[in-house]
């Protein structure tokens, strides 16, 4: 090992998400019960760590019990906390710093060994950054979206797959009741696993996913049989679908965000009604899908996540993320980690076993 350890902090970043508590927890202990080490929470990100005060919070087996069913994170997060690319105003206009130094200098100062990132591709890449630059850091994935193709999975996907599929099950009786269309707008970004996953489980009959342009002429025919066989239909929308020579639907620009997804479920509803004539009404679930106490599966991978990161550390594995392979809990490095996203395969063995059950995918 390249150093010794005496203690380490934790930073959560990028959007909430089931399972972060149990990740911290699993650290907290750990890093503990096997090593001895102290361990602090850095707060909201990177922020805790950034200008002339740090904000960190002591960590131990006494302040994380119970943390393993509790949703979101006690530390805080931001989307907005990258170092390499802070905005600031100068003479009025926006101007973007480099304030990772400060980030290092505040690492240091506060005598932390090490620092285990918890987040998405996004903190990953930030995370990758500030281990070149000399901070000895290592990786635990955290998205809802399931889309980093170094991990089979993301702890928070299968809390929300289960979230959408309860709300499709809703749903499902108030179509029946009052002879509906509904159409369910999921989030994903760029990926369809959390409409597609949920979908399947909740029985709808359209399902759209970023993967796969859709002819909104194709679900249309769909509605009409639908209707005239079964009085109602449910359709699936991944907020990042979009229409064949089309592009994805926005809600603006935000700081920090190139993109904001969202609108397509109510574009759809209305391209729907115009051509069918049918009544559609439209649930966007939103951040719904990202709180909540996490499933026990997610609560178990958690836990082996942040396990596993503690023991990176001790073997001195830094730049590197942490994964699951199989069964196996493994790791990567940050290159690795972030050099590809994962998509839903067009012609995968998921998507046809919904279109063998006569889902439409929108083709």
């Not at 194709?218 to 005239?228: E, I, L, T």
Request: hydrophobic share 40%; net charge negative.
């Amino acid at each position: 090992m390249g150093i010794e350890i005496r203690k380490i902090a934790i930073s959560t970043g990028g959007g909430d998400c089931p399972g972060l508590n149990a990740v911290i927890r699993a650290v907290v202990r750990a890093a503990d019960q096997k090593y001895g080490w102290e361990v602090v929470g850095i707060k909201d990100g990177l922020r805790g760590v950034s200008g002339d005060s740090t904000k960190l919070i002591p960590l131990s087996r006494h302040n994380v019990g119970g943390l393993i069913r509790q949703g979101g994170t006690i530390l805080g997060t931001t989307n907005t906390g990258n170092p390499f690319s802070v905005v600031k105003k100068v003479d009025g206009k926006d101007v973007v710093h480099d304030m990772s130094d400060e980030v290092i200098e505040n690492i240091r100062r506060e005598k932390i060994d090490a620092v285990v990132g918890i987040g998405g591709d996004g903190t990953m890449a930030i995370m990758n950054e500030l281990y070149k630059k000399g901070i000895p850091i290592v990786g635990v994935p955290k998205t809802i979206d399931n889309d980093l193709l170094s991990t089979d999975v993301t702890f928070g996907f299968d809390t929300a797959v289960s979230i959408a599929t309860d709300a499709l099950d809703r749903l499902q009786t108030t179509a029946q009741s009052h002879h509906r269309v509904m159409v369910l707008e999921l989030m994903g970004r760029y990926a369809g696993w959390i409409a597609l996953h949920s979908g399947i489980a909740g029985g709808a009959e359209v399902i759209l996913i970023p993967e796969i342009p859709y002819d909104i002429d194709a679900v249309c025919r769909v509605v009409k049989r639908r209707m005239a066989r079964e009085g109602f239909t449910i359709i699936v929308v991944a907020e990042g679908a979009k229409p064949m020579e089309g592009t994805v639907t926005t809600l603006g620009k935000k700081q920090g965000i190139v993109e904001r997804l969202g609108g397509v479920g109510q574009k759809v509803a209305e391209e729907i009604e115009q051509l069918t004539g049918a009544e559609v009404r439209t649930t966007v679930l939103g951040h719904v899908q990202r709180g909540g106490s996490p499933t026990a599966y997610d609560r178990i991978l958690s836990t082996r996540f942040g396990v596993e990161a503690v023991e990176l550390i001790h073997n001195g594995q830094f730049g590197r993320m942490v994964a699951l392979r199989g069964n196996d809990i493994t790791s990567v490095t940050f290159e690795q980690a972030i050099e590809q996203l994962k998509f839903v395969d067009p012609d995968g063995q998921l998507v046809h076993t919904a279109e063998a059950m006569g889902v439409c995918l929108g083709r």
